[in-house]
């Protein structure tokens, strides 16, 4: 077999995954409720077939055999998360001995099969106390949130190298504050503006005490979920929409976690729709030091913007599509399952970007992936037949590589995610997994992925 493909040696081949999303055990092991849990409590209607987190793909049982299972497959590096509020019941205080237990257990059964952990310590899940003190809009919070990860960095860091503050710490931002898909469904800029800045403010308070804490070979970063904005032409009009969307979309977390300092343009267009959120004296140069050493990026999908059609409604309220209309390309290539565009392009146009703009910052594919509806339509001898996830990842890999071919400083690719999981807001509607899990009896089971992915990690290239 010819390999086309080749990758750079120990190239990262793995997975992501979250906390919330394949732990389960939500009443179990000292854990505190989360906002997930509690919205769940609340609204479960907002949740597709009244699905919620309670046991999900049972990793807190399973995690052994999830991870010779990782170890089959030829993984070398994995992503989790730890949940806040298993490790810290209520956010504060009086770490809980249970997660410490089953934390480090992970920790150490990656190591022992020869894989690296990726540990990420927020992953949109909330402890519902602290939300209900404000969430990101509390400069409190922040304080709360640096303490839990100097715990973490204390308890797991003479094991774990690779640590990520946030991942798409824009999320929160959008779903919980500007377009009500996310607890707790604020629509207020403003407000979604604190979040967002005190997110950033967390994450470089996290990174100076991680510097403090002097862990041999350790790298401390963000996950940001980068989605270029490509303007419908190269019309003023539409490469000005194109610009602002990427300020928001972007920039708002790249620049800095990265550069150290927010786009000028950007604090230019909230301080004129008086959207401005409070900082304190210090904070600039807080920013400026907490500088991501690593960088993951999370890239699904384009966005594809045009000037806007009509004007904003002057009664109603400030939004980031008062600068732009998303825009369907003709011809355009759809995962019509989860009514997303597949552009693999898009995965080298961000790296070309990163060296480009942001220092060449060392980076990896943190997360790509396909959901798929109804995935047991393609089961042949009881296997699914995932051949379009296969063509998927293929197909970035290759833009991916000819990046690296041109000097991106990329060093690894993750699918989101290892196996079936449970979904924010989808349950599991989408199924993304190397594994598929059957929800009532939790068994795993390959895919026809899962096979592909060994053999080219194997071979580090296809």
């Not at 404000?134 to 797991?156: D, I, M, N, P």
């Not at 019309?235 to 194109?242: G, I, T, V, Y």
């Not at 400026?288 to 409604?313: F, T």
């Not at 600068?323 to 390309?329: A, G, H, I, P, R």
Request: glycine share 8%; charged share 25%.
């Amino acid at each position: 077999m010819t390999i086309h493909y080749k990758f750079p040696k120990d190239f990262w081949w793995g997975s992501a995954t979250s906390a919330t999303q394949i732990e389960g055990a939500t009443d179990e092991g000292g854990k505190g409720k989360n906002i997930w849990d509690h919205w769940y409590e609340k609204e479960p209607n907002r949740f597709f077939d009244n699905v919620g987190p309670e046991s999900t793909s049972d990793f807190y049982h399973r995690y052994k055999e999830d991870i010779q299972l990782m170890k089959e497959i030829g993984h070398n590096t994995f992503r989790m998360s730890i949940s806040w509020s298993r490790l810290i019941p209520g956010g504060r205080g009086e770490v809980n001995q249970e997660a410490v237990t089953f934390y480090n257990n992970v920790i150490d059964e990656l190591i022992a099969n020869d894989i690296e952990p990726f540990v990420n310590l927020f992953h949109f899940d909330m402890p519902l106390e602290l939300q209900e003190e404000g969430g990101w809009e509390s400069r409190e919070v922040v304080s709360a949130y640096t303490a839990y990860a100097k715990e973490a960095f204390h308890l797991f860091g003479d094991r774990v190298q690779k640590w990520f503050t946030f991942n798409e710490p824009i999320v929160p931002v959008e779903g919980g504050y500007l377009y009500d898909f996310h607890y707790p469904n604020v629509v207020d800029a403003r407000r979604a503006a604190q979040v967002a800045y005190h997110t950033m403010i967390a994450h470089a308070k996290a990174v100076e005490a991680f510097r403090t804490c002097n862990i041999a070979g350790g790298q401390i970063g963000i996950i940001l979920n980068l989605t270029p904005s490509y303007p419908r032409s190269n019309n003023p009009a539409d490469l000005k929409a194109s610009r602002i969307t990427d300020l928001f979309f972007n920039r708002s977390f790249l620049d800095p976690s990265v550069l150290g300092e927010y786009p000028a343009e950007l604090i230019d267009i909230l301080r004129e729709h008086g959207q401005l959120p409070v900082t304190e004296k210090g904070d600039k140069a807080l920013l400026k030091a907490g500088v991501a050493d690593i960088l993951g990026v999370n890239y699904y999908q384009p966005r594809r913007v045009k000037a806007k059609e009509h004007l904003p409604n002057p009664y109603g309220p400030f939004m980031p599509d008062w600068f732009f209309d998303n825009y369907e390309m003709p011809g355009r290539k759809m995962n019509k399952y989860r009514g997303w565009e597949i552009y693999e392009k898009g995965i080298y146009d961000i790296m070309i970007n990163l060296k480009e703009n942001y220092g060449n910052i060392e980076s990896f594919i943190s997360e790509n992936g396909m959901g798929v509806q109804d995935e047991g339509r393609f089961e042949q001898d009881g296997e699914i037949q995932d051949d379009y996830r296969i063509e998927f990842i293929r197909e970035h890999l290759k833009w991916l590589h000819k990046a690296i071919e041109e000097g991106c400083n990329a060093k690894g690719y993750h699918l989101w995610s290892t196996m079936d999981n449970w979904s924010w807001m989808n349950a599991y509607k989408n199924r993304y997994g190397f594994f598929s899990v059957d929800i009532e009896t939790k068994q795993r089971t390959p895919k026809k992925s899962a096979h592909w992915i060994k053999e080219v990690s194997e071979n580090n290239g296809f």
